[in-house]
């Protein structure tokens, strides 16, 4: 019984730290970011703390209203993760 105790122990002490370190992505968001996006969404039109029976739609419509924005030559919004948005109809 004791031989299987410290198997088990040996195992997860091998195992955990592989498991944590999976778990980091590297795309840390900011809390500037988070609240840039926000006031984004807020000056497009949609307002997190009403109650709307539209929810999905409602954000997702001020999100294209920002990014059409960007594609007609406005300031790219970064969103989560870091990453840049980008204009895929664009001519190189």
Known sequence: MNFNI????IGLTVALPVLASAQEDGSH???EQV???LVALE???YHP????????ADIQAAEAK???GNA?????????GG????????AP
């Open 6 to 9: 410290r198997n088990l122990v």
């Open 29 to 31: 968001i900011t809390r």
């Open 35 to 37: 609240r840039a996006e």
């Open 43 to 45: 000056n497009a039109g």
């Open 49 to 56: 703390n009403k109650t709307s029976p539209y929810y999905p």
């Open 66 to 68: 920002i990014h059409a």
């Open 72 to 80: 007609v030559g406005g300031k790219p919004e970064t969103s989560y």
């Open 83 to 90: 990453v840049t948005s980008a204009n895929p109809e664009s």
